[in-house]
């Protein structure tokens, strides 16, 4: 499984996330947003997973 990191290149929070996995060599992949928006099948695997932290879909959209 390899963790993706969705945001900008330049977000400071996406950076410490990277370097962050990088130190612990935990493989992951970043998605700039900016380049290349989010597929149908990423934003739903998204969605699903507030959902399960929100409890409903409703929930996790607000």
Do not use: H
């Not at 996406?14 to 947003?33: C, G, H, N, T, Y």
């Not at 695997?45 to 932290?53: H, I």
């Amino acid at each position: 499984m390899v963790i993706q990191i969705f945001g900008t290149a330049k977000n400071f929070d996406v950076k410490k996330a990277e370097r962050w996995f990088s130190e612990r060599r935990i493989p992951f992949q970043s998605i700039d947003l900016k380049e290349k928006g989010m597929s149908a099948g990423e934003l739903d695997s998204v969605l699903v997973c507030l959902e399960k932290s929100a409890g409903s879909r409703t929930a996790a959209l607000e």
